[in-house]
């Protein structure tokens, strides 16, 4: 399993995006497959992981957009293997181009079958969504079958976004209404009879990202097309890490909890749910991230701020779930907090006097779902008309520490998004160790003589009582996608 993010040219997606975004697409597209004839293993890399070729969206059949860049490589290279790869590359591009064309096709059909007008597509999967979650919580609250709720519920909030994303390419933000509208039960249903098609489009948005980072193979029997991930290590990684995830993290918070504890600093008897998960949710933050970069700016605002404002969204989610009255009917106006952005605005300079009007601006749209978001955990707030909408029930379960990872750890610099990793990481490691031990602590390099090419790096080496310690820092980033 180590091959892959030891060797793995793919995971080295964010470097060819940074390069895409910095060259455009067509300088980037000229300059990748003028290097193919030297390196088509690396070629390969680039274009697959950042998935150039593929449209998601589309339900009509076109040829590849750079077909006719394929065909310059295959007059001038006379290497038949190279050939061949090319010729797979492009078979499985068509392949999967054909399975997002029948899925969209399949998903506009189900749209035909909604007695709603399209318009009101997304208030409705929004009520459907929000009414949905509370089953599942009320559920869980009374001890059925716990483990399988916590499965339900967390793909519920994953397969949500995918389906809002593809509403949101399906209809424009100017088209979509509904916000005062109230649904029937028969409306719902037809969401859970959608939402129960929409599994075969997660299958395949699995397959696309797995084809983006290892090998698949897609093939026909007896008129059903079957995807085999090849590459078993991989895929058992995939899902070993995020299984390791859930448990690592839910250790640590055991943790935390335990240790104010001890310390006084809570006592069940006396503290609040929510004031006990607000002290968990800062202990991570603080753990995590550092007391010291609690200053750092991200889009020009402290991270301190941005971890306010979504304590700000689940402190508002917990005070309407309280109030709310069990006669709701089903609309989102009912069951969901529907504001303008000047109301929202207004109440989270409120909630916290420290955020200027310019800084609640640049949050709350970056806290607005949109077509390239991942979810509701990285954007909670889903625009319609002039309002934005937040689904209690999931918004208050968020994590300011998750949902700040998944938004803006994306980068090894520090740009505009802060970075968690790489040289932040090793320089959190040294500040550590001095803090706490007064341990002086540096970057160790190795390199035997001139004429012997052996040079190795260490991230940190320091000397404690005459002995050398080595240290190779690794992040623990949350697992999200397959890629990830």
């Not at 007059?75 to 997002?100: G, R, W, Y």
């Not at 949101?168 to 959608?194: A, M, P």
């Not at 029997?221 to 448990?247: E, G, M, T, W």
Request: hydrophobic fraction near 40%.
């Amino acid at each position: 399993m180590n091959h892959f993010y030891t060797y793995g040219r793919h995971f080295d997606y964010l470097d060819y995006d940074r390069e895409l975004k910095k060259m455009g697409k067509k300088q980037y597209l000229n300059k990748i497959f003028e290097e193919a004839e030297n390196d088509i293993n690396l070629f390969l890399a680039k274009i697959k992981s950042l998935g150039l070729e593929i449209n998601e969206y589309s339900i009509k059949e076109t040829k590849n957009p750079l077909l006719a860049y394929y065909n310059e490589i295959l007059k001038k290279q006379p290497d038949i293997n190279i050939n061949n790869t090319i010729q797979k590359h492009l078979s499985q591009v068509h392949q999967l181009n054909q399975l997002f064309i029948e899925s969209n096709i399949t998903i506009n059909k189900l749209f035909q079958e909604n007695i709603s007008s399209e318009k009101y597509l997304l208030s409705q999967f929004v009520v459907f969504l929000e009414y949905q979650l509370r089953i599942l919580i009320d559920i869980n609250e009374h001890d059925v079958s716990i483990e399988e709720t916590i499965v339900s519920f967390d793909s519920y909030i994953y397969s949500s976004g995918v389906i809002l994303t593809y509403l949101l390419h399906k209809i424009g933000n100017v088209e979509q209404c509904g916000y005062t509208r109230i649904f029937s039960e028969r409306d719902l249903l037809w969401n859970i009879d959608f939402y129960t098609n929409y599994i075969e489009r997660d299958n395949l948005m699995d397959a696309f990202e797995y084809w983006k980072y290892s090998e698949i193979e897609i093939t026909q029997q007896n008129s059903k097309v079957h995807i085999d991930f090849i590459d078993k290590d991989f895929n058992r990684a995939v899902l070993v890490s995020n299984f390791r995830y859930k448990n690592y993290m839910s250790d640590v918070e055991k943790d935390i909890l335990n240790c104010a504890i001890e310390h006084n600093i809570i006592t069940l008897d006396d503290t609040s749910v929510q004031e006990v998960n607000n002290y968990i949710s800062n202990e991570l933050c603080l753990r995590y991230f550092g007391k010291e970069n609690m200053n750092k700016l991200i889009f020009g605002i402290e991270l301190r701020k941005w971890i306010t404002s979504i304590h700000f969204l689940q402190s508002e989610s917990i005070n309407y779930l309280e109030k709310q009255n069990e006669n709701f009917v089903l609309s989102i106006q009912s069951i969901c907090i529907a504001r303008t952005k000047f109301e929202w605005k207004k109440r989270l300079i409120k909630f916290s006097a420290n955020i200027t009007s310019e800084e609640a601006e640049i949050i709350l749209d970056k806290l607005t779902f949109n077509k390239h978001t991942k979810d509701l955990v990285d954007a909670p707030l889903i625009r319609i008309q002039e309002k934005l909408i937040i689904l209690p029930t999931l918004t208050k379960s968020l994590r300011p520490f998750s949902a700040i990872l998944s938004m803006f750890s994306t980068g090894e610099d520090e740009g505009e998004y802060f970075s968690f990793k790489g040289l932040v990481f090793e320089e959190r490691m040294k500040y550590l160790l001095h803090v706490c031990a007064g341990i002086a602590s540096k970057k160790l390099h190795v390199k035997l003589n001139k004429k012997i090419p052996f040079e190795r790096e260490m991230d940190i080496a320091f000397i404690l009582d005459r002995h050398l310690f080595l240290i190779e820092c690794k992040s623990f980033n949350q697992p999200y996608t397959v890629r990830e």
